[in-house]
C-alpha cells in the first residue's frame, strides 16, 4: 500500500473526489482527508490522529530505543548473574523496555504534526482540503489520472514511499 495525496481548492471538489473514489471501490478507511479546524467535512472520511500526528513512527522508534536500553541492561545483568540465572530476566527487560519506550514516545508523538502533512499547513490554513489516499501500488496512476482528469483543480502531491503493514 501506499499513499498519495491531493489538495483540493474547495469543499465541493474535496466531496467530488470522495465520491469519485467510492465508486472506485476505495473504501472510507483507505481516504483520509484533512481540512482547517473547525471546517465541517459532512459524510467524508475526516483524517484520524494517526495521520494527523506521528504517533505510529514515534512509537516505532521507541520501542526499539527502549528494546535496545533494555536488551543492554539485560547483558549487564548476564555479566554479572551469568544465564543460567539472568536469561529469563534479559528477555522481561528488554520487553519492558520495548513497552515503556514505545508509550513515552507515543505519547510524545501525540504532540508533534504529522512531518509529511507539516508540509501542507499553510494551504489548509488557507482553506483548501489535503486528500489522503492508501491504495495499491498497482492502481496508483489510474487513480492519479483520473482525478487529473475530471478535477484539473486538484494538485497532485505526491506519493509516500511506503505504508508499514501495521496501518492496516
Known sequence: ??????????????????????AEGIEDRYIHV??????PLEDMPE?????????IPAVERGAALGATTGLLAGLVGLRFAGF????????????YGAT??????????????????????????????LVM??????????IRQSIAKHYPSAEFEG?????PPNYF
Open 159 to 163: 506519493i509516500e514511499p511506503l505504508l
Open 1 to 22: 500500500m501506499r499513499r498519495i495525496y491531493f489538495l483540493a481548492p474547495d469543499i465541493e471538489t474535496t466531496h467530488k473526489i470522495v465520491d469519485e473514489l467510492r
Open 34 to 39: 484533512l481540512a482547517k479546524r473547525d471546517t
Open 133 to 142: 489516499i492508501d491504495i495499491a501500488k498497482e492502481r496508483i496512476d489510474a
Open 84 to 95: 543460567a540465572i539472568a536469561g529469563g530476566p534479559v528477555l522481561g527487560v528488554l520487553i
Open 47 to 55: 483524517a484520524s490522529i494517526f495521520e494527523k500526528t506521528d504517533f
Open 100 to 129: 515503556i519506550g514505545a508509550m513515552m514516545s507515543g505519547l510524545a508523538g501525540l504532540q508533534v504534526s504529522n512531518s509529511r502533512v507539516k508540509d501542507y499547513a499553510d494551504a489548509i490554513e488557507r482553506g483548501e482540503f
